[in-house]
């Protein structure tokens, strides 16, 4: 399932359910199909995710491990790389004034 973020101010950001349920989750906010961010919540909601970010950072390995068996492992993905488009926009919106506002929708709570 998709999770469709829009934002007054910037550009829509889409992502699927479960990486949305995770960033919502270290804002702090349920993963209803309907949300939204206050303005006063979008500074807040942005240095919770920063926090996040730093908390699962994991030290890059050596490329010699990459390789295993012949197969190379698949890239992964970090919360930071997932977690940056919520953030810009938490930030960008967040500056605009008290009109500017972020919505989410998905098909059913996730």
Do not use: C, H, Y
């Amino acid at each position: 399932m998709i999770v469709r973020f829009v934002s007054s101010e910037t550009a829509e950001v889409l992502m699927f359910a479960e990486s949305a349920r995770q960033l919502l989750l270290a804002i702090g906010k349920d993963t209803t199909a309907r949300g939204t961010f206050t303005p006063e919540e979008m500074p807040r909601a942005a240095q919770a995710l920063r926090d996040a970010v730093q908390r699962a950072a994991v030290p890059p390995q050596d490329d010699d491990e990459e390789v295993l068996e012949g197969k190379k492992k698949e890239p992964v993905i970090s919360l930071g790389q997932r977690a940056w488009p919520l953030i810009d926009m938490l930030e960008r919106t967040g500056k605009a004034g008290p009109r500017a506002n972020i919505v989410w929708e998905a098909a059913t709570d996730f």
